[in-house]
């Protein structure tokens, strides 16, 4: 039978129980003799050996008792080590884990063996073949190689100060200073002396002071140009060598600058932005697997890079909170009023879609619920590909989205160019757009004059875009140009090609601010087309702006093209949000 003991029973017995308990770091050193690892990697300056992991590991699972958790934590001090301390590029956060996973694998081999030799090998985690800092970084990592991690930074010994890294210069300098003695010739022996072209000497006691270049003149050459901070250090020591008076500051003195005046310029807009009224525009690109999203304010009179996020995922709530934080940052829950995006799922739906959770979000925040209206670009482009589906013959499905005349164009399209008898007649171009845009404003202009005239003009041939589905004016292009240069194809193309260059072409290549007659006179043109009338009764948005601007996210389109340059110059990927900001300046 069951019974219950009683309080005082229970605390007897408590100190009893207590001592019977194992602790957890008894119970690991049974497995073997693996000294603690107390200090944190981050805090030391040398690459750890396995059984230091090990030792760390178990040290930490007095605080941590999770083996996933040890193991991040682990990965995160090995990462600032690997970045902070050594400049030695790393491997992802994926692959540090699968190595901690794998180590962990051999250690319970070595327990089961009781051979724990393998253990003293070198824990690397370095890329190779990533973005080295500087030649002694490279070979700063071949001797600890080589010496099982048992070589550091050394400031003992002067060395040249172009072989140095930048960050770590200056210390190095000072230090080793200490360690020359004077001599009677006022002069250093050659391999313990100092370029002339980089500091001064005092005689009196020996003090060297560091010449200091202005670095406004690198730093916009950085900002304008999107070039990284190494290669505008690379182009100004190249101009003053041919004799062009210039500034020829250091790379880190150019980084350093950089983003001191990344800093400074976010400080004001965070002070100024929140005094007008801003609409809200966003989009999002992966690059190298990754999601980045860009945020971009506009209004009447300024159009601001706001930030480029990264994310983790490129899931709607993921989305939602990466804005959020962003506007909480810059205090604007008050100052939007509105919300432009694209048309896509992610952000058009209607219970879980980014505008939606943002408008609850500003609900929220006691702040006025901003007006959402849809990038007309983006409704123009369905539209056009619901007719192409309805005059061609039914909608295309994945994966085979391509019309029949597409193929024949892409396949055969250097050769129709060259069989192509160009006319003579040149028109005359306006627009104002670039690229695949201005292509299309040409091509749409040379179907018109074919139409009225019965020949073509000089057509200015350019590369065939990218088809993408986002946007199907991609297809229009193809269109036009198959129309042109494939006569087999005109009667089957003509429709749709007098919709494109006619209709559709009017308000694609307007400006797409607000007027009231649009909706109707789409409405009419787009009769026989059920599916059209209906994804522009659904998507294009009747009530007036409230900030008289241009309805189409092209200005977030603009900025991921910013992003991606300033992506590929911005040697650290975690202050690409700076860079980003100071492209407003170009």
């Known amino acids: ?25 008894q119970c690991h050193r049974k497995r073997g003799m693996v000294p603690q690892q107390c200090k944190s990697f981050a805090d030391t300056c040398r690459m750890p050996v396995m059984v230091k992991i090990i030792g760390r590991y178990h040290f930490l699972g007095c605080d941590i008792k999770g083996r996933k958790e040890r193991m991040i934590q682990i990965s995160k ?3 600032v080590l690997w970045n902070n301390k050594l400049n030695f590029p790393n491997v992802s956060d994926q692959r540090i884990i699968k190595k901690l996973e794998n180590l962990m694998k051999t250690y319970d081999e070595c327990v089961k063996r009781r051979n724990y030799d393998v253990l003293n090998e070198i824990f690397d985690i370095t890329k190779v073949n990533g973005l080295w ?15 099982m991690g048992q070589v550091g930074y050394s400031t003992g010994k002067l060395a040249s100060n172009e072989s140095i890294h930048p960050s770590k210069r200056r210390k190095i300098l000072t230090e080793s200073v200490s360690l020359i003695e004077p001599d009677d010739s006022n002069s250093f022996q050659s391999e313990n002396s100092f370029e002339s072209s980089d500091f001064d000497y005092i005689h009196d006691g020996f003090q060297p002071s560091r010449k200091y270049h202005k670095s406004k003149f690198a730093k916009n050459l950085v900002v304008a140009t999107s070039v990284s901070t190494h290669k505008a250090a690379k182009i100004c020591k190249k101009l003053a060598h041919y004799g062009i008076s210039i500034p020829t500051p250091s790379q880190a003195a150019i980084y350093k ?12 807009m965070i002070a100024n932005l929140q005094m007008q009224q801003w609409s809200l525009h966003f989009d999002g690109k992966q690059i190298e697997g990754k999601e980045y999203q860009v ?3 506009k209004n009447e009179n300024n159009e601001i890079k706001l930030d480029a996020l990264s994310l983790s995922d490129g899931k709607a709530q993921t989305i939602t909170d990466g804005i959020c934080k962003v506007i909480d940052e810059y205090n604007l829950w008050k100052a939007i009023m509105m919300i432009i995006s694209d048309t896509t799922n992610v952000n058009t739906g209607a219970k879980n879609g980014v505008v939606v959770k943002l408008q609850q979000r500003f609900y929220e925040k006691c702040a006025n619920k901003p007006q959402f209206v849809s990038c007309q670009h983006h409704v123009l482009d369905r539209i056009l590909r619901l007719v192409m589906d309805d005059e061609l013959g039914g909608a295309t499905r994945s994966p085979n989205i391509e019309y029949p005349f597409v193929s024949d164009l892409l396949k055969n399209y250097e050769e129709l160019k060259s069989q192509f008898k160009n006319g003579i007649q040149k028109i005359p171009d306006r627009s104002g757009w670039r690229d695949d845009m201005k292509f299309l404003f040409h091509l749409t202009r040379v179907f018109k004059y074919f139409n009225e005239t019965g ?18 004016n991609s297809r229009a292009i193809l269109a036009i140009l198959a129309f042109i240069l494939i006569p087999t194809t005109r009667t089957t193309l003509y429709n749709v090609c007098c919709f494109i260059s006619n209709e559709w072409a009017t308000y694609w290549f307007s400006n797409q601010c607000y007027n009231g ?12 087309y059920k599916k059209a009338t209906q994804t522009l009764q659904n998507h294009w948005k009747q009530e007036a702006s409230l900030i008289h601007i241009p309805r189409s996210n092209q200005c977030a389109e603009r900025a991921i093209k910013t992003m991606q340059e300033v992506y590929r110059a911005c040697s650290n990927k975690n202050k690409i949000g700076l860079r980003f900001i100071l492209s407003n300046k170009k």
């Open 133 to 147: 800092l500087s030649n002694d970084d490279k070979q700063l990592y071949h001797l600890q190689i080589q010496s």
């Open 295 to 297: 945020v971009v304010l």
């Open 77 to 79: 001090e090995l990462k």
């Open 455 to 472: 020949h073509f003009p000089f057509i200015n041939f350019q590369k065939i875009p990218n088809i993408c589905n986002a946007r199907w």
């Open 517 to 528: 007659n649009d909706f109707n006179n789409l409405l009419s043109i787009l009769k026989p």
């Open 257 to 268: 600058a950089t983003f001191k005046e990344a800093v400074k310029q976010k400080e004001e």
């Open 1 to 25: 039978m069951s019974y219950k003991k009683s309080d005082v029973t229970i605390q007897e017995n408590k100190h009893i129980w207590a001592d019977n308990l194992v602790q957890f770091q």
